[in-house]
């Protein structure tokens, strides 16, 4: 039996692997991808936010050529972290249940390829689980009519691929202002959507100013205070304030932002807040009302998934090691 296993190797799942190898702890860590693999689903040019010190982890300096770190930085960064730290890390291997058992928890998975399921169960048994899955994995759906279309995505890597298209982005996150940049750069006339009536906060600093000169010189056209009602084909249905407008339309990128799954959580019991859907968990020991069930990084977050981000869910792993070697010890 596994003292503990951790599922999911982001950046905050491999901070709490590595704080439990520093306490003589060996965890074992499952992840149904790559290790950070949402950081991998990034956009290829993107550039941290934080400066390297704050995504550090381990005590494994974070070098990097400039001020912020870019997404491949971040890359050869986590993998040196995992070599350095020689955690036991399996990729490409899905939890599909838990379940409590005497002295701990049974976790079964499946092996697949990185496509497609493989079929191949395995079954561990653990002491103790740390929950570290992310929210990458599922964005925030608009639950319109057509967007279920193969023209629609909810991820953006790279603008080449939109040269010469009439390209609808919804959202006003960083992603959807950068990703509107970069493919009017790129020769792709972009309608950019937003349901509110002004920019977001949370905008880069050095980003507004470019978005803003774009849509000064028209090269790009914003719809504020505008949903979407409804995709088709070859055009997208809009609601801008009360009126209801069509406009011819090759793609859509969806970056309306990503929530957490908790259903691994509520099949063990774990209680949710039915208003800001935050598990219930004690902040000193990120422990769940559930006996040796722990939570780390953004799953914590609960419905607004912009309140925990590497630089304070990184932090998470170190509370939940000490508690449990404590426990260790006490045995």
């Known amino acids: 039996m596994e003292d503990v296993i951790i599922i999911g190797?982001?950046?905050?799942?491999?901070?709490?692997?590595?704080?439990?190898?520093?306490?003589?702890?060996?965890?074992?860590?499952?992840?149904?991808?790559?290790?950070?693999?949402?950081?991998?689903?990034?956009?290829?040019?993107?550039?941290?936010?934080?400066?390297?010190?704050l995504l550090e982890i381990v005590d494994v300096p974070f070098i990097v050529s400039g001020e912020k770190p870019t997404r491949e930085e971040a890359l050869v960064y986590y993998r040196e972290v995992a070599s350095r730290s020689a955690l036991r890390i399996h990729t490409y291997e899905e939890v599909v249940k838990i379940e409590q058992e005497a002295g701990g928890f049974s976790v079964q998975t499946v092996k697949?390829?990185?496509?497609t399921s493989g079929g191949e169960y395995q079954t561990?048994?653990?002491?103790?689980?740390?929950?570290?899955?992310g929210y990458f994995d599922n964005p925030n759906l608009m639950n319109v009519p057509g967007e279920e279309l193969e023209k629609v995505n909810h991820y953006y890597k790279e603008a080449h691929i939109y040269y010469g298209q009439?390209?609808?982005?919804?959202?006003?996150?960083?992603?959807?202002?950068?990703?509107?940049?970069?493919?009017e750069r790129a020769g792709g006339q972009v309608t950019w959507i937003y349901r509110r009536g002004d920019f977001s906060s949370s905008i880069k600093a050095w980003v507004r100013p470019v978005f803003e000169s774009l849509l000064r010189k028209e090269r790009i056209q914003a719809m504020?205070?505008?949903n979407v009602v409804r995709i088709?084909?070859?055009?997208?249905?809009?609601?801008?304030?009360?009126?209801?407008?069509?406009?011819?339309?090759?793609?859509?990128?969806?970056?309306?932002?990503?929530?957490p799954d908790h259903k691994l959580l509520?099949?063990?019991?774990?209680?949710?807040?039915?208003?800001t859907g935050e598990p219930v968990y004690?902040?000193?020991?990120?422990?769940?009302?559930?006996?040796?069930?722990?939570?780390?990084?953004?799953?914590?977050?609960?419905?607004?998934?912009?309140?925990?981000?590497?630089?304070?869910?990184r932090l998470h792993g170190g509370l939940i090691a000490d508690e449990i070697a404590r426990r260790i010890e006490q045995a």
């Open 224 to 226: 504020w205070n505008t």
């Open 112 to 115: 697949h390829n990185g496509k």
């Open 282 to 313: 004690n902040e000193e020991t990120m422990e769940t009302n559930v006996q040796g069930l722990f939570i780390a990084g953004v799953i914590a977050a609960g419905n607004n998934a912009n309140v925990i981000f590497i630089e304070n869910g």
């Open 166 to 183: 009439k390209v609808a982005i919804i959202g006003g996150s960083n992603n959807a202002v950068e990703a509107a940049i970069e493919i």
């Open 9 to 53: 190797a982001g950046p905050c799942g491999l901070s709490a692997a590595g704080e439990f190898k520093k306490r003589g702890i060996d965890p074992l860590v499952i992840e149904k991808g790559s290790i950070v693999h949402s950081i991998y689903g990034y956009p290829l040019n993107m550039r941290f936010f934080s400066t390297p010190e």
């Open 266 to 275: 509520r099949s063990l019991g774990v209680e949710i807040n039915g208003e």
């Open 124 to 133: 561990y048994r653990a002491k103790n689980v740390v929950a570290a899955t």
């Open 232 to 259: 088709d084909e070859k055009t997208i249905t809009l609601n801008r304030e009360g009126q209801e407008i069509t406009i011819e339309n090759d793609r859509v990128l969806a970056l309306t932002g990503y929530h």
